[in-house]
């Protein structure tokens, strides 16, 4: 198994309260990704990194941010948490043969905005 | 933009039969295409991909895939079901040209073998 790790597991939080999951890999992987998986949505990209401090927008970035200061830990931060953004978070890494990679994912975090 | 499509959010099979789940998809030009499989409370895993070269792919656990260019379609069969197979499977898309391998999911199938 790839050595990705995301942390929380699971977070429950308030509507308006800013919250960070942790994505850290052991691969030394170039690219790194934030999905959401949502039901009848299956994943859907927020946000990708192709270096450190490199990163760029996915299809549902809005009310994301994300940053990269070393190879291995990819944080994606809500800055003021809202109910729409319940969803399981998974964290993927790929190692940089672009389209033709496999990505392979982390275990996700559950996060609950009440 | 790229899209995919999959028919039937469940699908439910018995152990011993064929298992196919579909998969279509809508994309400017030929894609590269995946199927991922999750098991309960887990990420992700690659069952196989298409990108060139033969059409039939083959992938882990017994499972293959045929990429129709005129179909637009790259369904996921397997000749014999086994309880084991009890997942969600997901069809993605990426383009070949992109900048970074930014997959486009489809829905998701989720799977049910009957004893």
């Known amino acids: 198994d790839a050595g990705i790790t995301q942390s929380p597991r699971h977070k429950v939080t308030e509507t308006g309260t800013p919250v960070t999951l942790r994505c850290h890999q052991t691969?030394?992987?170039?690219?790194m990704y934030w999905y959401r998986q949502d039901p009848g949505h299956g994943l859907r990209l927020i946000h990708y990194?192709?270096?450190?401090?490199?990163?760029d927008k996915g299809e549902v970035s809005d009310g994301y941010s994300v940053s990269r200061s070393k190879t291995e830990d990819f944080l994606l931060t809500l800055e003021s948490a809202t109910s729409s953004q319940t969803s399981v978070y998974f964290c993927a890494i790929s190692p940089g043969q672009v389209s033709t990679d496999t990505q392979y994912f982390g275990p996700g975090t559950r996060l609950t905005v009440l | 933009a790229q899209s995919v499509t999959q028919l039937g959010s469940h699908v439910s099979v018995s152990e011993g039969a064929l298992v196919l789940l579909r998969c279509n998809y809508s994309s400017s030009v030929p894609p590269y295409l995946f199927w991922y499989v999750q098991y309960p409370n887990q990420g992700l895993q690659l069952l196989l991909k298409y990108t060139t070269g033969a059409t039939l792919v083959k992938g882990i656990n017994g499972f293959e895939a045929e990429f129709k260019k005129s179909e637009t379609s790259f369904h996921l069969t397997k000749p014999s079901a086994h309880m084991s197979d009890a997942a969600e499977y997901f069809c993605?898309?990426?383009?070949?040209?992109?900048?970074?391998?930014?997959?486009?999911f489809g829905q998701g199938t989720r799977l049910t073998i009957n004893p």
């Open positions: 691969e030394n992987h170039r690219y």
């Open positions: 993605a898309v990426s383009d070949p040209g992109g900048a970074a391998q930014k997959l486009v």
């Open positions: 990194s192709y270096g450190v401090k490199d990163t």
